[in-house]
């Protein structure tokens, strides 16, 4: 099978397993288990949190039109070379680990798992990868944006992850204005201590 015959294959498949995996089964879960489906960004009416929200939502759509783009006319539909083997390997490398990073750290947060900032009360989660970084779903996600840009290479790939590394950095602050509010001294002792994405990096003061 040729190279680019195979990254237009599992590029698109990853991207629906993501999609799948760490979307749709864990609300499901949710909804099943606490009887909520855990999306306050839905029904939210604070301005910042839609206006996030919409990023966030264009940012996927983009990234999903894109790739289907790429999966069924080939690199040249979206403005993309093929890059080298070591590279594009990489690139989908990366949104595998974030299929497995973001799974494993919405179930670690078991009930208190939202997509959003829940206006309702939820235990603060700091065991499992929450030990290691604040953020671990949210640096899943930053992973795989890299890993399609990995992949296909092109002013599109680019734009998608940079404009959705934008919405998650802001997303990030406002929901640690949240947890600041909501936890207290609790949450300042936390990250203090935690890295916002990576191991001792970002650590608020």
Known sequence: MPRETFY????PALLAAFLVVDLVLPLARLRRTAGTWGVPLLRTRNRRERAVSLALALAVLALV?????FGLFGPGAVGAGVPPAPVAFAGLGLLALAIALVALAQRQMGASLRVGIAPEPTALVREGLFRWVRNPIFLGM??????V???????????VALAGAAAIGVQTRLEEE????RHGEAYRAYASRVGRFFPGVGRLR
């Not at 237009?8 to 590029?11: D, G, P, Q, T, Y």
């Not at 039109?65 to 783009?69: D, I, K, M, S």
């Open 8 to 11: 237009r294959i599992a590029l």
């Open 65 to 69: 039109v894109g790739v289907a783009r």
């Open 142 to 147: 930053l992973l795989g944006l890299a890993g």
């Open 149 to 159: 840009v990995l992949v296909v290479p092109a002013p599109w790939s680019v734009a």
């Open 178 to 181: 949240h947890l600041r509010a």
